[in-house]
């Protein structure tokens, strides 16, 4: 990575189709020799900084639609975000179908689709989610932070709390803090029998970090109301779905057809959460002048590095 004073820095491995956001003409590139490159022969990822192009979209990301209907709205999200959608979609299909076909497909298929269950398919997905949040936002922040950003600390950190949720997601870590409180009150004479008192404490100390994070990193939001509305809404969303629909299953008979509803509720929910925020984080990188591209094919580095050489020649 290079960095020069006219505004401008480059990150980049290979180009060629868009993740982050739908394909659109570059800005014009500041003069000067390109940076270095490291190309894989398998695959790359390219990302260019540019923070001068952020006013073009400073308004939110998804704005420039404000009366389009759903499927307009649908093509204008970036493709990651609709595959993502798609994917939570998917989990909660094959958790139903695999309880409707238990008997036939055999117990440990039925167990690795299970939406309430750790180490599967579901858990895996859930935590590449919060996984891929916080790396984008640890990419985010170190390259604000290569500009001399003290305020990208606070980006850096809420990186960090989404790699310790996804990393929650495949150790249990709030489930057994759970298990902690109860040698404290014990659950079972209580109206948290089935999940104990772990969303007492741990749901209104994610809002609160979240809430301090981004006030931190505010900076970076100002002007971006979009981007603060999704963010705002996958937070409340991940976390109505994890605490407050798992409070309800200690109302409900367990294993019941009553408990399987708020498990699907309660998971899918999260997943949803989780894509919203993604949604969020891929809009403020864009409109900071970051792009992300994604290419299987190594000649295509060659090919950027010709048409990127013409651009600033």
């Known amino acids: 990575m290079s960095s020069r004073s006219g505004g401008k820095t480059f990150e980049r491995i ?37 923070e001068a192009d952020a006013p073009q979209s400073a308004a939110g990301a998804g704005a420039a639609h404000p009366r389009a209907g759903a499927s307009a709205i649908w093509h204008a999200m970036p493709v990651l975000v609709r595959v993502m959608f798609a994917l ?14 238990r008997d036939s497909i055999g117990k440990p298929l039925v167990n690795f689709f299970d939406l ?27 390259a604000q932070l290569r500009r001399g950003a003290r305020a990208a600390w606070s980006v850096m950190l809420g990186g960090v709390a989404f790699l310790f949720l996804s990393l929650d997601e495949t150790t249990s870590i709030h489930e057994n803090f759970g298990y902690w409180l109860d040698h404290l009150r014990h659950r079972r004479h209580t109206v948290f029998a089935q999940t104990g008192f772990w969303m007492v404490i741990c749901a209104p100390l994610f809002l609160a970090t979240l809430a301090l994070l981004a006030w931190g990193a505010r900076r970076y939001l100002i002007g971006r109301r979009a981007v603060v509305v999704k963010l705002a809404i996958g937070a409340v969303v991940f976390v109505v779905a994890a605490a407050g629909i798992e409070t309800l299953s200690n109302f409900v008979v367990p294993h019941g057809t009553g408990a399987r509803i708020l498990v699907v509720l309660e998971e899918i929910g999260e997943m949803t959460g989780a894509t919203i925020m993604l949604w969020g984080v891929c809009d403020l990188i864009r409109t900071h002048g970051i792009r992300l591209f994604v290419s299987e094919n190594a000649d295509d580095a060659a090919a950027f590095r010709r048409n990127a050489q013409a651009r600033l020649d």
């Open 116 to 142: 309430n269950g750790e180490t599967n398919l579901p858990s895996w997905y859930s935590a590449g989610q919060l996984a891929l949040i916080g790396a984008l936002l640890v990419v985010f922040a170190g």
């Open 88 to 101: 939570d979609l998917l989990m909660g299909v094959l958790y139903i179908v695999s309880r409707r076909l």
């Open 14 to 50: 290979v180009a060629k189709e868009p993740l982050l956001s739908a394909a659109q003409a570059s800005a014009a590139p500041v003069p000067g020799d390109l940076p270095a490159e490291w190309n894989d022969p398998m695959r790359g990822v390219s990302i260019d900084f540019d």
